[in-house]
T-cell receptor, first 109, second 114 residues
Framework: SQQGEEDPQALSIQEGENATMNCSYK?????LQWYRQNSGRGLVHLIL???NEREKHSGRLRVTLDTSKKSSSLLITASRAADTASYFC?????????WGAGTKLIIKP | NAGVTQTPKFQVLKTGQSMTLQCAQD?????MYWYRQDPGMGLRLIYY???????DKGEVPNGYNVSRLNKREFSLRLESAAPSQTSVYFC?????????????FGDGTRLSIL
């Protein structure tokens, strides 16, 4: 069964705007990871946040984790056309990753 | 540096046919995984291999078998394909499942069962 649920399922914004995606999960985790999938391609790792961390940055990406609410958010600042993709959260519990259904992000020029 | 390579990229089968999906990684990773991705759903784990010589069932193993041929290669076999197995199949590798590292993915095999 799937643990993570992304919200929204789809998001369409203008280039230059910020995009925020949310992920909720059900059980305790070791870490939470975000991946990007371009159309027709495999998933590419973006950022990992450990269960004892609350916020992490990588370039234009900012991830937060609230273990009390079992939720995480991914913020992409100053979006670009190349950010158009599907974004997935995955929670690591024991030795497996459990995946959400993803958020489809479209950046309009 | 190729990373994770999957073959074939596309395949169409008839119900009841068999085939093997191939996966190879050149990163000297210990763990390898097979997932399926269906529309509107996240990845679902079919089988995984924590290390060379071991394989374990994931969430949706029925109808599939796997072989960890060596450290580099992990194949997925459909013995008697069914339309419900129409999906995109991804192979992934991980350096060490005990650590905090990301999984590395191939570009997938798009499989249609008629």
């Amino acid at each position: 069964s799937q643990q993570g649920e992304e919200d929204p399922q789809a998001l369409s914004i203008q280039e230059g705007e910020n995009a925020t995606m949310n992920c909720s999960y059900k059980t305790s985790i070791n870490n939470l990871q975000w991946y990007r999938q371009n159309s027709g391609r495999g998933l590419v790792h973006l950022i990992l946040i450990r269960s004892n961390e609350r916020e992490k940055h990588s370039g234009r990406l900012r991830v937060t984790l609230d273990t009390s609410k079992k939720s995480s958010s991914l913020l992409i600042t100053a979006s670009r056309a190349a950010d158009t993709a599907s974004y997935f959260c995955a929670t690591r519990s024991n030795y497996q990753l459990i995946w959400g259904a993803g958020t489809k992000l479209i950046i309009k020029p | 540096n190729a990373g994770v390579t999957q073959t074939p990229k596309f395949q169409v089968l008839k119900t009841g046919q068999s085939m093997t999906l191939q996966c190879a990684q050149d990163m000297n990773h210990n763990s390898m995984y097979w997932y399926r991705q269906d529309p509107g759903m996240g990845l679902r784990l079919i089988y995984y291999s924590a290390s060379e010589g071991t394989t374990d069932k994931g969430e949706v193993p029925n109808g599939y078998n796997v072989s960890r041929l060596n450290k580099r290669e992990f194949s997925l076999r459909l013995e008697s394909a069914a339309p419900s197995q129409t999906s995109v199949y991804f192979c992934a590798s991980l350096r060490d499942r005990a650590g905090d590292q990301p999984q590395h993915f191939g570009d997938g095999t798009r499989l249609s069962i008629l």
